[in-house]
């Protein structure tokens, strides 16, 4: 069984910085590569950005300049610096990883976070 966990969402003000973090944890073999993704109101599940095992990285282009994904191999973590937030990147933020579990017979599954609400405005 694996789990992931979402944490640092909450209200910021336009211009604003916040930074979202998201743990795995279970019966965990290898972690391929993670991402964000995020649900606006009455809106579709979009990605934000990605990070392969070997640190390569993927961004929307909404978010280019002002998002930077990173890792924490060691602590089976996941990380969203964002910056210079605007109202338009108000969402539930969900992290995803691809998951090699000894629970799976070590086969590769997508799990996916609860979300974290990030609201931006003034």
């Known amino acids: 069984q694996v789990q992931l966990v979402e944490s640092g969402g909450g209200l910021v003000q336009p211009g604003g910085s916040l930074r979202l973090s998201c743990a795995a944890s279970?019966?965990?073999?290898?972690?391929?590569?993670m991402g964000w993704y995020r649900q606006g109101p009455g809106k579709q599940r979009e990605l934000v950005a990605t990070?392969?095992?070997?640190?390569?990285?993927n961004y929307a282009d909404s978010v280019k300049g002002r998002f930077t994904i990173s890792r924490d191999n060691a602590k089976n973590t996941v990380y969203l610096q964002m910056s210079s937030l605007k109202p338009e990147d108000t969402a539930v933020y969900y992290c995803?990883?691809?998951?090699?579990?000894?629970?799976?017979?070590?086969?590769?599954?997508?799990?996916w976070g609860q979300g974290t609400q990030v609201t931006v405005s003034s």
């Open positions: 279970g019966s965990i073999f290898s972690i391929n590569a």
């Open positions: 995803n990883a691809g998951v090699s579990s000894y629970s799976t017979n070590y086969r590769l599954f997508n799990y």
């Open positions: 990070i392969a095992s070997i640190g390569s990285t």
